[in-house]
T-cell receptor
Framework: NAGVTQTPKFRILKIGQSMTLQCTQD?????MYWYRQDPGMGLKLIYY???????DKGEVPNGYNVSRSTTEDFPLRLELAAPSQTSVYFC?????????????????FGPGTRLTVL | QKEVEQNSGPLSVPEGAIASLNCTYS??????FFWYRQYSGKSPELIMF????GDKEDGRFTAQLNKASQYVSLLIRDSQPSDSATYLC??????????FGQGTRLTINP
């Protein structure tokens, strides 16, 4: 298994440009997530999905959009890029186990995309 | 805002000593807690999780949870230079969503 893969690894955008960050997982995980990590900071959740066709906002969704048409893919779209979106973006996935107890599901992270907006 | 707080460090520990990393959280309803390790320029990887009060040991790592004090810690025994990394505390606040602290940068000095 390749696990969680992300493309591209690096990208420089000009202000106002758009792009899509790709994320694919081959572990048949239902849950997928997009985080951003600013320098010296923890991860902040942008969007997440509990299955194909179902997405929801996280803590910092403004300026981003997502879609989930298949179990494997969860692309993140940036419209009208701004310098504040300069960050490292991580995609993650997890498989929910039995309900009725505290969730201890492991999130598996992709290698990240380093985005700079100038 | 439901917060997770960590001392950002850097925390410097001599090789072979015990490294102690701390985390507090604000949401009293939080039920499960995770420690991730992140090497510079890499993605986070899970070290261990805990959801019951007390200690949980896994090799050189021990997680400690005190829900009354809203406090979770990670002890690393016999610290090695390869343990030098940023350690992220994360709290599950429902619907499989994790809230992360800002991370503590740990340096093990040979």
């Amino acid at each position: 298994n390749a696990g969680v893969t992300q493309t591209p690894k690096f990208r420089i955008l000009k202000i106002g440009q758009s792009m899509t960050l790709q994320c694919t997982q081959d572990m048949n995980h239902n849950y997928m997530y997009w985080y951003r990590q600013d320098p010296g900071m923890g991860l902040k959740l942008i969007y997440y999905s509990v299955g194909a066709g179902i997405t929801d906002k996280g803590e910092v969704p403004n300026g981003y959009n997502v879609s989930r048409s298949t179990t494997e893919d969860f692309p993140l779209r940036l419209e009208l890029a701004a310098p504040s979106q300069t960050s490292v973006y991580f995609c993650a996935s997890s498989y929910p186990r039995a309900s009725g107890r505290p969730s201890t599901d492991t999130q598996y992270f992709g290698p990240g995309t380093r985005l700079t907006v100038l | 805002q439901k917060e997770v707080e960590q001392n950002s460090g850097p925390l410097s520990v001599p090789e072979g000593a015990i490294a102690s990393l701390n985390c507090t959280y604000s949401d009293r309803g939080s039920q499960s807690f995770f420690w991730y390790r992140q090497y510079s320029g890499k993605s986070p990887e899970l070290i261990m999780f805990i959801y019951s009060n007390g200690d949980k040991e896994d090799g050189r790592f021990t997680a400690q949870l005190n829900k009354a004090s809203q406090y979770v810690s990670l002890l690393i025994r016999d610290s090695q230079p390869s343990d030098s990394a940023t350690y992220l505390c994360a709290v599950n606040q429902g619907a499989q969503k994790l809230v992360f602290g800002q991370g503590t940068r740990l340096t093990i000095n040979p």
